[in-house]
């Protein structure tokens, strides 16, 4: 935050951190100075991508766009075409290949996405923002 107060952009941008981050909201709900720090680092890695600066996590910035895509598109996340998607553009297809296979196996990826309510007011949510 204080790298953010001094007008370090390319140190802030360029960190780790904000690709780090897992966005769970501890931080923020603990900050003594009411700040939403997953927010800022939300913002943070948005701006970023717009202005296309080379992660230090490459991958990471691949995943974060996977994930939207898939809120995009189906409305909530749906892990097996987006792990899909994630595996094919990091050109990663075999390193977990047994673990996905057993997550499969016990139901934890459904082979088809589940339908939600609202997915045109999500889309419409999406353009406004790109």
């Known amino acids: ?3 953010i107060q001094l007008g370090l ?4 941008l360029g960190s780790s951190t904000i690709w780090l981050c897992a966005s769970c909201q501890t931080c923020s709900t603990r900050c003594p100075n009411d700040i ?3 927010g800022v680092m ?3 890695r948005q701006i970023a991508l717009e202005y296309e600066i080379t992660p230090k996590e490459p991958e990471v910035p691949i995943f974060h766009k996977t994930f939207l895509k898939s809120i995009k598109r189906h409305g909530k996340v749906f892990e097996l075409g ?3 998607f994630y595996k094919l553009r990091t050109r990663d297809l075999f390193s977990d290949m047994k673990l ?3 997550m499969l196996k016990r139901g934890k990826f459904k082979l088809f996405p589940h339908r939600v309510q609202g997915t045109k007011e999500i889309k419409t949510i999406f353009k406004k923002v790109d």
């Open 9 to 12: 952009r390319n140190e802030v």
């Open 82 to 84: 987006m792990m899909g």
């Open 100 to 102: 996905g296979a057993e």
């Open 42 to 44: 939300d913002v943070l």
């Open 1 to 3: 935050m204080r790298a």
């Open 36 to 38: 939403d720090i997953a």
